[in-house]
T-cell receptor, first 113, second 113 residues
C-alpha cells in the first residue's frame, strides 16, 4: 500500500468514549501532521511531528492527545470529546518540515454525539 | 491567520483556461508559494510550487512576478472534474521551514458544462 492511510474512515462516538485515530505513511517521510476541518471552515493545523518529536501544538485542547511512536505512524487519542469536535480529521506527511509539499490521507469523519 | 488573499469563488466553463490570483504582500525572501487542490470530504492535494517567474507541470502553471507579492495559478482547459477548492499558501511569518501551513478559505472553482 502506498501513500498516507487513515483508519477508521468514519467514527461515531459518545462524549464519554475513548477512541484513537490512526495514520500511517508509506512514503519514507519524517514529518507528520494532524489537521482538523470543520464544516465550512478552513483546515486547522493541530500538531506537527518531526523525527517523532512534537514540534508544534497549535493550542489544541488536552482532550486530543497525539502520539508518534515512529516516523511511519501517527495516532490521535480522543477522550471526553464535545459535539463541536465533530469534523474531518486529516493526517499528512512530508519529507521534512522544510518542505511545503505535504501528502494528505483521506481523513477520518468523526461524529461526536 | 493566513497571510494570503484570493477570491472566494470563481465560475468557469469546460474547456476554458482558469486563472486564480493570490496576493501575498508580506512574503519572506526565502519563502516558496504553494498551491493545493481539495475535493469535498478529501484531503488536499499538492498542485504546484514556485519561487519566481514561471513554473509548469502536467497539471498547472504558476506565474510569479518579480516583486513576488502575488502569484497566479493557471489551469488550462478545465473540465468538470476540476471543480474543487484551490488554496494558495505561504508559510506564516517567522515560521518558514516549520511545516506550519495555514490554510485560508481558498477559492471555490465551479466548472460548468
Amino acid at each position: 500500500e502506498t501513500g498516507v492511510t487513515q483508519t477508521p474512515r468514519h467514527l461515531v462516538m459518545g462524549m464519554t468514549n475513548k477512541k484513537s485515530l490512526k495514520c500511517e505513511q508509506h512514503l519514507g517521510h519524517n514529518a507528520m501532521y494532524w489537521y482538523k476541518q470543520s464544516a465550512k471552515k478552513p483546515l486547522e493545523l493541530m500538531f506537527v511531528y518531526s523525527l517523532e518529536e512534537r514540534v508544534e501544538n497549535n493550542s489544541v485542547p488536552s482532550r486530543f492527545s497525539p502520539e508518534c511512536p515512529n516516523s511511519s505512524h501517527l495516532f490521535l487519542h480522543l477522550h471526553t470529546l464535545q459535539p463541536e469536535d465533530s469534523a474531518l480529521y486529516l493526517c499528512a506527511s512530508s519529507r521534512g518540515t522544510a518542505y511545503n509539499e505535504q501528502f494528505f490521507g483521506p481523513g477520518t469523519r468523526l461524529t461526536v454525539l | 491567520l493566513a497571510k494570503t488573499t484570493q477570491p472566494i469563488s470563481m465560475d468557469s466553463y469546460e474547456g476554458q483556461e482558469v486563472n486564480i490570483t493570490c496576493s501575498h504582500n508580506n512574503i519572506a525572501t526565502n519563502d516558496y508559494i504553494t498551491w493545493y487542490q481539495q475535493f469535498p470530504s478529501q484531503g488536499p492535494r499538492f498542485i504546484i510550487q514556485g519561487y519566481k517567474t514561471k513554473v509548469t507541470n502536467e497539471v498547472a502553471s504558476l506565474f510569479i512576478p518579480a516583486d513576488r507579492k502575488s502569484s497566479t495559478l493557471s489551469l488550462p482547459r478545465v473540465s468538470l472534474s476540476d471543480t474543487a477548492v484551490y488554496y494558495c499558501l505561504v508559510p506564516p511569518q517567522g515560521a518558514s521551514n516549520t511545516g506550519k501551513l495555514i490554510f485560508g478559505q481558498g477559492t471555490t472553482l465551479q466548472v460548468k458544462p
